[in-house]
């Protein structure tokens, strides 16, 4: 009986571990843009014609996050905020090129909510 109990606690802290280490795990550029390109599908009422210029638009700002990221020097994300603004604009009038403008204000809306401090939730409970 013992003996069981101790397997199934140890099956459990593994189990846990993994999990926690899968979390950590974050979506490759092209994943992230294809996930929100998805998101954005849905919430702005995407035509055919409009999901593959925002599928770039995304994997362009996807790529250019990453890159940020692995720049970052010991984790110092507060260094990022300005250059991740930028980049955020950027990818804002790269959006009004291709959305109407009432898309492109569902777009800053659902960005909004979810910038974490800023009144929007964790991403990965979204």
């Keep these: 009986m ?3 109990l101790f397997v199934i606690i140890c099956l459990s802290i593994v189990s846990g571990t993994a999990f926690a280490q ?3 795990n974050r979506l ?3 994943e992230s843009a294809k996930q929100t390109t998805d998101q954005l599908k849905t919430t702005l009422n995407l035509t055919d ?3 593959a210029p925002v599928t770039e638009i995304n994997l362009v700002y996807a790529k250019a996050v990453a890159k ?3 720049n970052a020097s010991g984790g110092d994300f507060a260094s990022m905020r300005e250059p ?3 980049l955020e604009d950027e990818r804002v009038k790269s959006f009004e090129k291709v959305l109407t403008k009432e898309q492109v204000d569902g777009y800053k809306k659902w960005a909004a909510e979810r910038r974490p401090g800023q009144g929007g939730g964790n991403r ?3």
Excluded: Y
């Design 49 to 51: 014609k409009q999901i």
């Design 2 to 4: 013992k003996k069981l």
């Design 22 to 24: 899968q979390r950590g």
């Design 28 to 30: 490759t550029p092209e």
């Design 84 to 86: 991740m603004q930028k």
């Design 68 to 70: 940020l990221r692995e």
């Design 124 to 126: 990965r409970n979204q």
